[in-house]
C-alpha cells in the first residue's frame, strides 16, 4: 500500500467476491496503529485514499497509550471490541500493562494454562459476546453511512480484532471461506520472523503445540482457531450471513448496498 511505517496494511481491493465480482480497490482497508504513521503516511490516506471513516478497535488504555495520527477529512471512531470490564468483573482480566508491553513475557506466558485458555477462547469471544457484537454491528452501520472514499479500521497490530471485521466486511460482500481464510492468515507474513523467533524460544524450553499457538494467536495469528471460529458461527447461526443479519442487525438490502458500493 505504499506507507513507510503503518505495518500489517493492506487493501481488501482485488479480493474475489459475490456473483463473481472483486472488491473495488482504494476503498477498504486494514491496518495497524496509526501512532507511528509518518506525515508521507497521513497525506496518502488523505490525498490518494480520501480516507473518510477510522474505526480503532483498541481498547481506551491501548489508544490513549498509542494515540492515531489526525487524518484530516476521516472521522475517528473508537468502537473497543473487547469487553475489558466483563473480564475484570470475572476476575479473568490481563492488567493492561502486560498487554502494553507483551512481547518481554510472551514466552513465559505461554506456559501458563491460562493464557492458552485465552488463545484458544479469543477469537469465538469476539463472535459471541454482546459487548463485541454491538461494537461491530456500529462499525457495520457506519460504514454503510459513508457513501464515498475510503474507510480504514485496526487495532494494535491490525490483525485480530481487525482480522475479525474484515471477516464480516468480506462475509458481507459474499467472500468465500478460503478468502476470509487467506485474509486472515495473511497477518502471519507481516509478523513471522517475530512469530518464529518466539517459537524457537519455546522449542528451547520444551514447549509444544498449545504453547506455540499462544505466541501464534497473540503475535501472529493462530488460523487455526480462526477456522474453528468459522465453524462456530456455523454451528450457532448456520452461515456467517446469517450471523450478519442475525445478531449484527444487518438487513438484506444492507448487503445489497456494499456490494453495489464496494464490489466491481
Not at 105 to 133: C, D, M
Not at 139 to 162: M, N, Y
Amino acid at each position: 500500500m505504499g506507507f513507510e511505517a503503518v505495518v500489517n496494511a493492506r487493501d481488501l481491493g482485488g479480493l474475489p467476491a459475490a456473483g463473481g465480482k472483486t472488491v473495488r480497490p482504494g476503498r477498504l482497508l486494514r491496518t495497524a496503529h496509526l501512532h507511528d504513521a509518518t506525515d508521507a503516511d497521513v497525506r496518502l490516506l488523505e490525498e490518494h485514499y480520501r480516507l473518510r471513516m477510522i474505526f480503532d478497535f483498541r481498547t481506551m488504555e491501548e489508544a490513549a497509550f498509542q494515540p492515531d495520527r489526525e487524518v484530516r477529512g476521516a472521522e475517528h471512531l473508537l468502537l473497543p471490541t473487547l469487553d475489558v470490564e466483563a473480564e475484570r468483573r470475572s476476575g479473568e482480566a490481563v492488567p493492561a500493562e502486560t498487554w502494553l508491553d507483551l512481547p518481554s513475557r510472551i514466552v513465559e506466558l505461554a506456559f501458563t494454562p491460562f493464557f492458552q485458555q485465552k488463545a484458544r477462547e479469543l477469537y469465538p469471544s469476539l463472535i459471541t459476546s454482546e459487548f463485541s457484537q454491538l461494537q461491530y454491528s456500529a462499525f457495520l452501520d457506519k460504514i454503510l453511512e459513508t457513501p464515498d472514499g475510503a474507510v480504514l479500521w485496526h487495532c494494535s497490530q491490525g490483525k485480530d480484532r481487525t482480522g475479525i471485521g474484515a471477516a464480516l466486511i468480506l462475509g458481507a460482500l459474499g467472500a468465500d471461506r478460503e478468502t476470509i481464510v487467506a485474509d486472515f492468515d495473511a497477518s502471519n507474513v507481516s509478523y513471522r520472523t517475530l512469530v518464529d523467533r518466539y517459537c524457537a524460544e519455546v522449542d528451547a524450553r520444551g514447549g509444544g503445540e498449545d504453547e506455540k499457538d499462544v505466541i501464534r494467536a497473540f503475535l501472529g495469528v493462530s488460523t487455526r482457531n480462526f477456522c474453528r471460529t468459522l465453524d462456530l458461527i456455523d454451528r450457532e447461526w448456520g452461515s456467517l450471513e446469517a450471523y450478519l443479519t442475525g445478531p449484527l442487525g444487518l438487513a438484506q438490502e444492507d448487503l445489497a448496498l456494499l456490494r453495489a458500493r464496494y464490489l466491481e
